[in-house]
């Protein structure tokens, strides 16, 4: 396997720093059971009358379900650990755990549900919106295209293969749209929506700002659908979440220009302008600009952090859906970060060299970390060919900046 030897390089075995327990996104006593609240929200509290006789041996963390000891691990450097043993569990339970309840998520532009397992784990689930051999068109603008179930599992399996790891996992998985989610749904807005297609299919497109009309319905065959489930991160109300306005954003207006687009000299004020002007965060950035240009993601308006780790943590890479849309054209744009501030993580760059090399070409391991996943083959052949080609364009832009 390429992806085991990539994973057992040395640019793979950097030590985190030590993770005291202010590091720790929750601090949780192993010793001390926890209990899930009855509501059917993700929400845990420590349960103090809960049974203290456990099997010999096992301490109550043992006990809890895969999804609660992801959040438990989550810490102020990683999302989860490189051999993280959790991490295979977790998406079998993803793409298997029996379907209890299905509601539309609210809020964002295009129609994604919130899916509820027996052991009070909760998925993302974003439907499939076009085949894998479809290319966004060129007359698109970026702020219209559709958000792709695919992208969605192939951005987890590349920020991992970027050792980034700050992408929740994700998995694909297909889904009974009559059993799961109709026959199920407590959402009385998105219930409304459910119909029979003149082909027999059943179909539904729920409520939202964009493509959620009887014309762009989702529809199952007859009402099998695919789409990607992703693991839902702790409920803010437990742990709270800072969104941030990338300083790259693009204007979202089909005319203007934003302001990094016609000042060459922006990333100037950029590193002038707090929390820019201290510490990794531009860098972590730079880390996700890298990322979205290798997958052709234009939609990175926003991002979070954990408000626990303040100004010194890494960003959360989510909504990744606009994606893997066109592998024909390289949208260099996107790179405006790096090209502009000339700067990257020595460990980012060393990892890149590495990716553009035998025996650990970048869409050879992806290709090996995808034909893992359910919905395999999860893109097409042309996308992973475009991944060598941008990780060749990235080191390009590196080098005119360490001779520039």
């Not at 009887?214 to 099998?224: I, N, R, V």
Request: charged letters at 25%; one cysteine or more.
């Amino acid at each position: 396997s390429k992806l085991a030897a990539l994973f057992e390089h040395p640019l793979y075995n950097i030590p985190v720093p030590e993770v005291t327990e202010k590091d720790k996104l929750f601090v949780v006593n192993p010793m001390e059971k926890f209990s899930l609240r009855s509501s059917g929200s993700d929400e845990w509290v420590s349960s103090s009358k809960a049974e203290t006789l456990l099997p010999t041996g096992k301490t109550a963390y043992d006990t809890y379900p895969t999804w609660l000891k992801f959040h438990v691990g989550i810490n102020r450097y990683e999302l989860y650990p490189r051999q993280d043993p959790l991490l295979p569990m977790l998406l079998r339970d993803l793409a298997t755990q029996r379907i209890v309840s299905s509601v539309q998520k609210s809020g964002g532009t295009q129609l994604k549900l919130i899916m509820t397992f027996p052991n009070y784990g909760q998925a993302l689930f974003k439907p499939m919106k076009q085949t894998r051999d479809q290319e966004t068109p060129i007359d698109f603008f970026y702020f219209s295209d559709f958000e792709r179930h695919n992208a969605e599992i192939a951005a987890f399996h590349l920020d991992r293969i970027l050792d980034f790891r700050r992408i929740p996992p994700v998995s694909g998985r297909l889904v009974n749209i009559t059993k799961e989610i109709r026959d199920i749904t407590t959402d009385k807005k998105l219930a409304k929506t459910f119909f029979i297609s003149p082909a027999g299919n059943v179909c539904f497109y729920g409520e939202c700002s964009y493509y959620c009309s009887t014309e762009h319905a989702l529809c199952g065959k007859p009402d099998q659908l695919e789409g990607s489930m992703a693991a839902l991160l702790p409920d803010k109300t437990l742990a709270k979440r800072r969104s941030w306005r990338s300083p790259w954003r693009r204007s979202y207006h089909k005319s203007k220009k934003a302001e990094w687009e016609l000042n060459p000299n922006y990333c100037t004020q950029v590193r002038k302008t707090p929390p820019y002007d201290r510490g990794h965060r531009l860098l972590d950035l730079i880390d996700m600009t890298i990322l979205d240009f290798l997958m052709g993601n234009m939609d990175r308006h926003h991002y979070e952090t954990f408000e626990k780790f303040g100004n010194d943590s890494f960003l959360l890479h989510l909504d990744n859906g606009r994606g893997f849309g066109a592998h024909s054209r390289d949208e260099l744009s996107i790179l405006a970060p790096l090209q502009q501030c000339c700067s990257i993580k020595k460990s980012t760059y060393l990892r890149l060299q590495l990716l553009a090399t035998q025996p650990y070409l970048l869409s050879d391991l992806l290709r090996e970390a995808l034909a893992t996943d359910p919905l395999a083959p999860i893109l097409a052949e042309p996308h992973l060919q475009a991944l060598d080609r941008r990780l060749g364009k990235v080191l390009v832009v590196v080098g005119h900046c360490l001779v520039g």
